[in-house]
C-alpha cells in the first residue's frame, strides 16, 4: 500500500521514521531497509522540516496520544503502543486488553519502543492486564521498552512483575523454550 509520503509504503516509512527518531544516520538507514539513499535523505529532510514547524506550532504542553496497533503473528499476537499510556489515554488500551484477554493467544507482546511515557494509572493498567492473562494460563512480556521509559518502569514495579526483553528473538527463547520457566508448548 503506498502512502502519501511519496514512492515508499506505510510500513517502510514508520520504518525510516522509527531510525529518524533515534537519530540514525540517513547512510545507515539505507544501507539497514535497502533503500536509495537519496530517498532516505528526502523522507529524512521532509520529516525533519515537519518536526521544525509543528515544534514552531506547538505549546509548551505536548500533546497526549496513544496509539494502538495489533499484529497476530503466528505463535503469539504482538500490541504495539505509540504515544504515551497515561490516565487521559488508558480507555482504549483498556478495550484494547479486554479484547485480546478474550481471544485465544497465549502469547501476548506488549511492544513499548515508541512509547514516550507512562504514569502510574497507565503501568496499573498494564500489570492488571498482565495479572489478568496469568490467571488464564498465559503468559505476556514487554518488549523493547524505550528509553524514555525505562526508568519509569523499575519505579512503578513493572520489571519486578512483567518480564521485560530488549530483542524479540529473548522474547521468543523465554516463551516457547522447552527449558523456559514458562512455556507455550506447541
Known amino acids: 500500500m503506498k502512502s502519501n509520503h511519496g514512492e515508499l509504503s506505510d510500513e517502510m516509512y514508520r520504518r525510516v ?7 540514525v544516520e540517513p547512510r545507515i538507514i539505507a544501507a539497514t531497509l ?6 532516505v535523505q528526502n523522507v529524512t ?10 515544534a514552531s506550532t506547538e505549546s509548551s504542553a505536548p500533546e497526549q496520544y496513544l496509539d494502538l ?3 497476530p503473528k503466528t505463535r503469539y499476537a504482538q500490541l504495539q503502543m505509540v504515544g504515551m499510556v ?7 488500551l483498556k478495550k ?5 484477554l478474550s481471544s485465544k493467544w497465549k502469547v501476548v507482546v506488549l511492544e513499548m519502543s515508541d512509547v514516550l511515557n507512562i504514569d502510574e494509572v497507565g503501568a496499573k493498567q498494564i500489570l492488571h492486564f498482565h495479572q489478568n492473562i496469568k490467571e488464564l494460563g498465559r503468559y505476556a512480556a514487554i518488549l523493547d521498552p524505550s528509553p524514555e521509559i ?14 521485560v526483553f530488549g530483542t524479540l528473538s529473548a522474547l521468543e527463547n523465554s516463551a516457547f523454550s522447552k527449558n523456559s520457566s514458562w512455556s507455550v508448548g506447541l
Do not use: A, M, W
Not at 17 to 23: G, T
Not at 150 to 163: S, T, V
Open 150 to 163: 525505562e526508568n519509569q518502569l523499575n519505579r512503578f514495579g513493572l520489571e519486578e512483575q512483567i518480564p
Open 86 to 92: 497515561v490516565d487521559s489515554k488508558i480507555e482504549g
Open 34 to 39: 535497502k533503500l536509495p539513499y537519496k530517498t
Open 45 to 54: 529532510y521532509r520529516l525533519k522540516q515537519h518536526k521544525t514547524e509543528i
Open 17 to 23: 521514521y522509527r531510525l529518524v527518531k533515534r537519530e
Open 96 to 100: 484494547e486488553f479486554e479484547k485480546i
Open 69 to 71: 496497533y495489533f499484529f
